[in-house]
Every structure is written in C-alpha cells, then in structure tokens.
C-alpha cells in the first residue's frame, strides 16, 4: 500500500485523486517519505523540484489524512 504525492505548481500534495504526475512512498512510512526527500526522488519521479522545505511534517500530516483508508482504490 503507497501513500501518493503530486505536483501542484511547486508544491506537493497529498491524496489520491489529484492531476499531475505522481510519486509514490511506502504508506505509514515516514522513514520511507523521509528518505524520499533525502534522495529527491520526488525530482526524478515528478521531473520537476518540489519545494518541500519546512514542509515535511505538514505533507506528511496531508499524507496521513488525505489517503486514509476507505477513500477507495486505484491510481
Ligand atoms: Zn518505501
């Protein structure tokens, strides 16, 4: 199970369901979305530089909520 990031402007978004390109880390992982933002992979995954910091904790809080179980499958 992932939890899904996409690109808005500059900015990631949490949460099934948005346009864009997406990135994926492993779901309940923090380490896993830390370890995302180290590596950059969200610039390879989205070909563009998220603008993320200072907003680790926010992104994932929208992660935690936004792709809560029961929001459905896919994508
Ligand atoms: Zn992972």
Redesign the pocket.
């Known amino acids: 199970m992932l939890f899904r990031l996409s690109l808005h402007g500059d900015e990631l978004v949490a949460g099934r369901g948005q346009p864009g390109r997406g990135a994926w880390?492993?779901r309940g992982?923090r380490r896993?979305f830390d370890l995302a933002i180290e590596r950059r992979a969200f610039v390879r995954a989205l070909h563009h530089e998220p603008v993320v910091v200072g907003r680790h904790d926010a992104l994932w809080r929208e992660l935690e909520a936004g792709n809560a179980p029961g929001q459905g499958v896919g994508g």
């Open positions: 880390v492993c992982s896993c």
